[in-house]
C-alpha cells in the first residue's frame, strides 16, 4: 500500500523551500512537487532521528532535504533496527513521562552508588597501588610548599624536638606500628594543629606542643596523623576529588557554567562526607593503638574536650564541616573503648 | 591540603578568566536604560527600494522558539541517564541531540533551524580532551615540571580552540538546508585572543615576582613596601583596564565579521568605542555599588560590634547574617553588570552585523537577563539539579525571542558552498569551559 504524505523540500543547493508530497513504496523514494521530480533508494538515505515535537526530516544521497510534520511517514526505515530503530526507542522513553521518573530514579541511584562505594573504592585501590617513592614525592612537595606559604621554622628548643621524637619512636614500639616516623616541627599562623602529609611525614605546630597537657595527649594527635598515613587517607582525597571532577564533568558535560555551578555545591557535601569517614577512621585506628600502647583513649578525649571549649570559631552544621563533630568523635571513641 | 586546593582553584581561575577574556561578556549599553539605538532595523523605514522595483518590501521577521521545558526535561533525563548507563560514551549522542532540540526549535520565517553535527566526530573531540586533562592533571601532581609545560602549551592553543570551535559551530548550523560557515583565519584568532591574556600573565607575573624569586610573601617584620613597585603594578593594572574593551571589540568582530551563510558572507560595521562606553558604565555601576554596599556592611558591622560590647558576647546569627547579605548582594550585584556588558555588546555587535540581505535587532535588558540568570541558580539549586533543563529553556527562549530578522529580497535565493567536514576537538574544549556564545 502506497502512502502520500505532505512535505517540505530543500534541495541543498539554494535556500527555496519547494512544497511537495511524497510516497513511499517498499525502499522507492518519490518526492513530487511543481517543479521538484525527485526519487531516491530510501537504503542511501539518512533519516535524522526524531526528536520532542519536531517535524522529521530525512536527507538525501544528493544533500537535499525531506520535512514532514508527519511522525510515522519514515517508519519502514525504522522498523529495521540499527541505529533509527535504537533512536525510535529513545525517542519512545524522551516521550513518556513515567520513563523519565524512571530515569530520574535510575540516576539519582547511580549517583549515589557510585559517590558512596564507587569513588571510595576506586581512590583506595589507586592510592594504595601508588608507589612508595610516588607517595613521598608527594608529602614532600606538600611540605615545600606549605613552608612557602605559611608555615615559619620551630621557636622550640632543639630538645623539646629530640624529646617528643624519642616519645613518639617508644609510642610506635610499643603499639606494634612498623617503622619509626619522623617528625617536623614548625610554627603555623593558625594555631594548635597537627597534619599528616602522604609518606610518613606528621606536621607538629609550637602552637599544639605548648596547648596539649601532658605527652599522652600529643601521643593520641601523632597517633591520629599516623593512621591517617597508614590509610594513605591524603593520596586517596587528591584520588576521590579527580573522581568527583570527572563524575560532575560527565553528568553536566562543562565545569564553568551556570549548571556547573550547581554542581559545586552537591561536589563540597561529597568532599565533605569523605572527609569525615577519613578521621573517623583515623580516630578508630589511633585509639586501638592508644589501647595497646597502654594510654587508653583518655587522652584522645580530653584533648577533643579542650580543643572545642577554646575554640570560639563559628563552626557551621557537621554536613558541611570536613571533621565530624566533637561529641560524636568523643561517643565514637567511648564506644571503641568498650 | 590547603595547598592542593589553592592550585586547583587558582588552575580553575585561569581557566575561568581565559574564558572571560577570550569572549568578552556581550550586548547594548543603552537598552539598561530601555532606550533603543539610533539605527535600529526597528526604527527603519520598510518601503520597497524605487529604484529597484524588482526587490521586496523588507520584513521583520522575528525569531521563534518552540521548545519547552517539559519537553527537554524528558530528553535531558534520557541523556544522563544513558550517559551514566555507557560510562560517558553517549555522551557525544547527548550533546548533539540538546543541541539539535534548540536549533530545530528555533524558527525564522516559519522555517526551522538544523543542527548537523556527527555524534562520531565529537566522541572523538571529548576522548581527545578527557585524555588532555587528565593527563595535564596528572602531570601537575606528579610531575610538576612536565605538567607546567603542558598547561602551557594547553594555553597557548586556546586561540587555535576557539577558532576551531568557531568552525564546528556554524559548519554544522543550518537554515532551510544551506550551512552556515566561518571565514575567520587562525593568524587574525591568535590577535584576538592571545595578546590580552599574555599582557595580563606578564603582568601577574610582576606581581608575583617577589613570591617567584623565593621570598616569601610573608611580610617581613618592619620591611617597608616597595613604592616603585606598587606603582608600576597599579599603572600596570590601569593599562590593562584600559585596553580590555577593545580587545572585547575585537572578540566581537572576529565572530561576527567572519560569518557566512553558504556563499553570503557576513560584514561587520561596528567600532570599538561603543564597547568603551558600556565598559565605563560597567566598571561605573561597580564603583557605585561598592561604595552603598560598604557604607551598608560597615554600618552593619558597627552594629554588631556595639551588640558584643553591650552584651560581652559574640552574636553568631549577627555575623553570619552580615556574611551572607554580603555575599548575596555581590552575587547580585556581578550578575547584573555581567549581564549588562553581555547584553550591551551583544545587542551592539548583532545590530552591526549583515549578512547579504539580512539584518538583526537584539534588544536583550541586562534586568531582565540577571534576574533570569539569579532566578535560574535558585530554582536550581532548590530543585537539586532537576530544574536545570527549565532554566535552559527559559534562559535561551529569553535570547531567540529577543532576535528581530529585518530581510530585504528573496528568502528563496540564498546558494550552498562546499560542504567540508570539520574536527570536533576545539568545540568540545570550547563547550567544556563554556567557551561560548549562546546564540
Known amino acids: 500500500m502506497v502512502t502520500t504524505y505532505h512535505g517540505t523540500y530543500f534541495d541543498g543547493k539554494s535556500s527555496r523551500a519547494h512544497e511537495v508530497t511524497f510516497t513511499i513504496g517498499g525502499k522507492a523514494l518519490s518526492i513530487r512537487g511543481e517543479i ?35 511522525r510515522d511517514a519514515f517508519f519502514p526505515l525504522e522498523e529495521t533496527g540499527g541505529d533509527a530503530g535504537m533512536f525510535r526507542l529513545i525517542h519512545f522513553l524522551e516521550s513518556r513521562w513515567t520513563a523519565a521518573f524512571g530515569a530520574v530514579a535510575i540516576t539519582v541511584l547511580l549517583i549515589l552508588v557510585f559517590s558512596i562505594k564507587g569513588i571510595p573504592y576506586l581512590a583506595e585501590a589507586a592510592a594504595f597501588s601508588l608507589p612508595e617513592e610516588v607517595v613521598n614525592a608527594l608529602g614532600r612537595r606538600a611540605l615545600e610548599q606549605a613552608d612557602r606559604f605559611f608555615l615559619d621554622p620551630s621557636e622550640l628548643d632543639e630538645d623539646e624536638h629530640l624529646r617528643i621524637q624519642a616519645l613518639v619512636d617508644q609510642f610506635v614500639s610499643e603499639s606494634g606500628l612498623p617503622e619509626p616516623r619522623a617528625l617536623v616541627f614548625r610554627k603555623s599562623p593558625f594555631g594548635p594543629n597537627a597534619f599528616a602529609l602522604p609518606g610518613y611525614t606528621v606536621v607538629l605546630t609550637d602552637e599544639l606542643v605548648s596547648f596539649v597537657e601532658g605527652d599522652e595527649e600529643l601521643l593520641g594527635v601523632v597517633a591520629h596523623e599516623l593512621a591517617h598515613m597508614k590509610m594513605r587517607h591524603a593520596a586517596r582525597t587528591l584520588l576521590q576529588g579527580t573522581g568527583v571532577f570527572i563524575m560532575v564533568s560527565v553528568l553536566l558535560g562543562d565545569v564553568t557554567s551556570i549548571t556547573a555551578a550547581a554542581g559545586t555545591l552537591p561536589a563540597l557535601l561529597l568532599k565533605s562526607r569523605y572527609s569525615r569517614e577519613f578521621e573517623q577512621e583515623a580516630d578508630a585506628i589511633a585509639s586501638q593503638w592508644m589501647q595497646a600502647a597502654g594510654y587508653g583513649v583518655e587522652p584522645m578525649i580530653a584533648f577533643l574536650t579542650r580543643l572545642e571549649n577554646k575554640d570560639l570559631r563559628t563552626g557551621g552544621p557537621e554536613f558541611l564541616s570536613t571533621h565530624p563533630s566533637v561529641e560524636n568523635r568523643i561517643s565514637d571513641l567511648r564506644k571503641l573503648a568498650e | 591540603m590547603t595547598f592542593e586546593n589553592w592550585c586547583q582553584s587558582m588552575h580553575y581561575d585561569l581557566l575561568t578568566n581565559i574564558r572571560q577574556n577570550a569572549y568578552s561578556d556581550t550586548l547594548i549599553y543603552d537598552t539598561f536604560f530601555g532606550m533603543r539605538a539610533k539605527d535600529s532595523i526597528l526604527d527603519r523605514p520598510t518601503r520597497p527600494t524605487k529604484q529597484n522595483p524588482e526587490e521586496r518590501e523588507t520584513r521583520l521577521l522575528p525569531l521563534d522558539f518552540t521548545g519547552t521545558a517539559g519537553e527537554f526535561f524528558r530528553i535531558w533525563i534520557v541523556n544522563i541517564t544513558l550517559t551514566i548507563l555507557t560510562l560517558g560514551i553517549y555522551g557525544a549522542w547527548a550533546k548533539v541531540r540538546t543541541r539539535r532540540y534548540f536549533h530545530v526549535n528555533t524558527l525564522l520565517d516559519g522555517q526551522a533551524f538544523d543542527y548537523l553535527a556527527r555524534p562520531g566526530t565529537i566522541l572523538k573531540g571529548h576522548l581527545i580532551v578527557a585524555g588532555a586533562i587528565l593527563l595535564i592533571n596528572f602531570s601537575n601532581r606528579f610531575f610538576p615540571l612536565t605538567g607546567f609545560a603542558l598547561s602551557i602549551a594547553a594555553w597557548c592553543s586556546v586561540p587555535y580552540l576557539l577558532y576551531k570551535a568557531h568552525r564546528f559551530k556554524l559548519r554544522n548550523s543550518a537554515y532551510r538546508n544551506i550551512r552556515f560557515h566561518f571565514t575567520g583565519g587562525l593568524r587574525e584568532a591568535y590577535k584576538a585572543y592571545a595578546i590580552f591574556p599574555l599582557a595580563a600573565l606578564f603582568s601577574l607575573i610582576f606581581y608575583m615576582l617577589p613570591v617567584i624569586s623565593g621570598t616569601s610573601i610573608k611580610p617581613e617584620p618592619g620591611a617597608a613596601p616597595n613604592i616603585i613597585i606598587i606603582m608600576l603594578s597599579v599603572v600596570l593594572s590601569l593599562v590593562l583596564l584600559a585596553v580590555y574593551p577593545y580587545f572585547a571589540f575585537l572578540h566581537r568582530r572576529y565572530f561576527h565579521e567572519n560569518m557566512a551563510y553558504g556563499k553570503t558572507a557576513g560584514s561587520f560595521r561596528g567600532k570599538a568605542k561603543p564597547f568603551y562606553g558600556i565598559y565605563a558604565s560597567a566598571v561605573f555601576m561597580m564603583l557605585a555599588a561598592f561604595f552603598f554596599g560598604g557604607l551598608l556592611i560597615g554600618m552593619s558591622a558597627g552594629l554588631i560590634a556595639h551588640l558584643v560590647i553591650e552584651s560581652g558576647q559574640i552574636s553568631k546569627t549577627g555575623i553570619m547574617g552580615i556574611t551572607l547579605f554580603s555575599f548575596i548582594s555581590f552575587a547580585l550585584l556581578f550578575t547584573l553588570v555581567r549581564q549588562y556588558i553581555y547584553s550591551g555588546t551583544f545587542n551592539y555587535a548583532w545590530k552591526h552585523t549583515r549578512l547579504g540581505p539580512v539584518e538583526f535587532d537584539v534588544s536583550l535588558k541586562a534586568r531582565d537577563l540577571a534576574w533570569i540568570r539569579f532566578t535560574n541558580i535558585l530554582a536550581i539549586v532548590l530543585s537539586v539539579g532537576l530544574l536545570i533543563p527549565w532554566a535552559k529553556v527559559r534562559r535561551a527562549r529569553y535570547i531567540i525571542t529577543s532576535t528581530v530578522v529585518s530581510f530585504s529580497g528573496d ?15 576545539g568545540d568540545t574544549a570550547a563547550d567544556f569551559f563554556d567557551l561560548d556564545f549562546g546564540w
Not at chain 1, 41 to 68: F, I, M, Q, S
Not at chain 2, 411 to 425: C, I, K, N, Q, S
Open chain 1, 36 to 70: 521538484v521530480c525527485e526519487d531516491f533508494d530510501l537504503g542511501h538515505c539518512t533519516l535524522e532521528p526524531a526528536l520532542g515535537n519536531t517535524c522529521r526530516t530525512l536527507y538525501t544521497p544528493g544533500g537535499g532535504r525531506l520535512d514532514t510534520p508527519d
Open chain 2, 411 to 425: 528568502m528563496d535565493a540564498f546558494e550552498a558552498d562546499t560542504v567540508y567536514d570539520e574536527g570536533a576537538v
